[in-house]
């Protein structure tokens, strides 16, 4: 069975953590949001609270096929201050795994060094920070090689899609889209 990780922050977009996370447990990926904080209730931009699965120390980072980083604000300026997310989503990177960011979170690429020269998509509000180093290109979804993107909140379901199809392949997403209606 693949294994997912989404990292949570305070601040994050719920839809983005939460709507891949469904995705993922309906194609039979086993999935876990991590709080990179030393708590497991985080709070989202919009004041929800949600209970992390894991806190950071609980993780095994080594045994993920995909970190999946979130954005929202300011959730994806947490997890880009943050070295420890940084180092793990770098070496992740490194190893050919999948590494997934949407919104903001493209923005912990640039600040860890990851990936430069790759096609890549973000929000609109952190574009011009990135066309320096990457491709960017605007459009909804993107995949270059084991970095996946996505520009914001209005795609995360087809995101989650996207990333269970690169995980689980065809019979997963199959599965996927017929129990939500969607094939």
């Known amino acids: 069975m693949k294994r997912a990780y989404i990292l949570l922050a305070d601040g994050f977009e719920v ?35 949600v209970q992390a699965d894991l806190l950071w120390a609980e993780a095994d980072f080594q045994s993920a096929d995909l970190i999946y980083l979130p954005g929202g604000y300011p959730g ?10 940084g180092a793990v989503a770098k070496a992740h990177y490194e190893s050919g795994k999948i590494l997934a960011a949407i919104c903001g979170a493209p923005t912990v690429l640039l600040k860890n060094a990851i990936g430069y020269g ?20 605007g459009r909804p979804i993107e995949h270059d090689g084991n970095l996946y993107t996505a520009i914001g909140a209005g795609h995360s379901q087809d995101f989650g899609i996207v ?8 019979e997963a ?10 094939a």
Do not use: W
């Open 76 to 85: 994806y300026e947490n997890l880009g201050l943050d070295a420890k997310v």
């Open 163 to 170: 990333l269970a199809q690169a995980l689980a392949g065809d």
């Open 118 to 137: 790759k096609t890549v998509t973000s929000h609109s509000c952190c574009a011009a920070e990135k066309s320096e180093k990457y491709n960017r290109t």
């Open 173 to 182: 997403v199959a599965k996927i889209k017929k129990g939500m209606e969607l």
């Open 15 to 49: 839809i983005e953590a939460l709507a891949p996370y469904d995705v993922f447990c309906r194609g039979g990926i086993d999935v876990k949001t991590v709080s990179i904080s030393g708590s497991k209730t985080v709070a989202a931009s919009n004041k929800v609270t």
